[in-house]
Antibody, heavy 120, light 110 residues
Framework: QVQLQESGPGLVKPSETLSLTCSVSGGSISNYYWSWIRQSAGKGLEWIGRIYATGITNYNPSLKSRVTMSVDTSKNQFSLKVNSVTAADTAIYYC??????????????WGQGTLVTVSS | QSVLTQPPSASGTPGQGVIISCSGSSLNIGSHSVNWYQHLPGTAPKVLMYSDNQRPSGVPDRFSGSKSGTSASLAISGLQSEDEADYYCAAWDDIMNGPVFGGGTKLTVL
């Protein structure tokens, strides 16, 4: 079955750029949307945005100015960049596959998540 | 705070039933299906229910979902110790043009 694995630095300095990659195994990245979701300590889940295999993106309006997503179909990977990070960006970052039907949307599967801490 | 509202905690004893509520608005739950995720910290969240009341294969029929208007519920019958986890509801939101989540409910099996 499809499995996702996040990777990237666990520590980023304030004002710098957070960069993560999600590797997809057990299936093709084509024909699906793929999302990034994060969870800050003691808080709920926040959708960051999504990317289609062709590169079409949708971002959370609250993060849109700082977020860039990209996809590499040859490597079956997609990536997330968040620039100008602050301590508020410290969170566990998850990647997930989107499922969509008219009137219905859900994530399955999810990666295990990777903790990113913003600190000098 | 989260767009969808859940109680922060719920509890029950083994064998009992519990219901977790999720409240939203006409822009999300009132217009779109609700999903529920089960999350054990340190592991990948898992979809428990999608399209309001559809269970993915492998999810026991002890779990059921329902929706009415701008609220939804997840019911768990015959509680087991392995059900102790965080539960999140989610739905597409027309303002976000993306999914929004509840704040999560921590279920304790006493």
């Amino acid at each position: 079955q499809v499995q996702l694995q996040e990777s990237g630095p666990g520590l980023v300095k304030p004002s710098e750029t957070l960069s993560l990659t999600c590797s997809v195994s057990g299936g093709s990245i084509s024909n699906y949307y793929w999302s990034w979701i994060r969870q800050s300590a003691g808080k709920g889940l926040e959708w960051i945005g999504r990317i289609y295999a062709t590169g079409i993106t949708n971002y959370n309006p609250s993060l849109k100015s700082r977020v860039t997503m990209s996809v590499d179909t040859s490597k079956n990977q997609f990536s997330l960049k968040v620039n100008s990070v602050t301590a508020a960006d410290t969170a566990i970052y998850y990647c997930a596959r989107d499922h969509y039907r008219p009137g219905s949307h859900w994530f399955d599967p999810w990666g295990q998540g990777t903790l990113v801490t913003v600190s000098s | 705070q989260s767009v969808l509202t859940q109680p922060p905690s719920a509890s029950g004893t083994p064998g009992q039933g519990v219901i977790i509520s999720c409240s939203g608005s006409s822009l999300n739950i009132g217009s779109h299906s609700v999903n529920w995720y089960q999350h054990l910290p340190g592991t990948a969240p898992k979809v428990l229910m999608y399209s309001d009341n559809q269970r993915p294969s492998g999810v026991p029929d002890r779990f059921s979902g329902s929706k009415s208007g701008t609220s939804a519920s997840l019911a768990i019958s015959g509680l087991q110790s392995e059900d102790e986890a965080d539960y999140y509801c989610a739905a597409w939101d027309d303002i976000m043009n993306g999914p929004v989540f509840g704040g999560g409910t921590k279920l304790t099996v006493l």
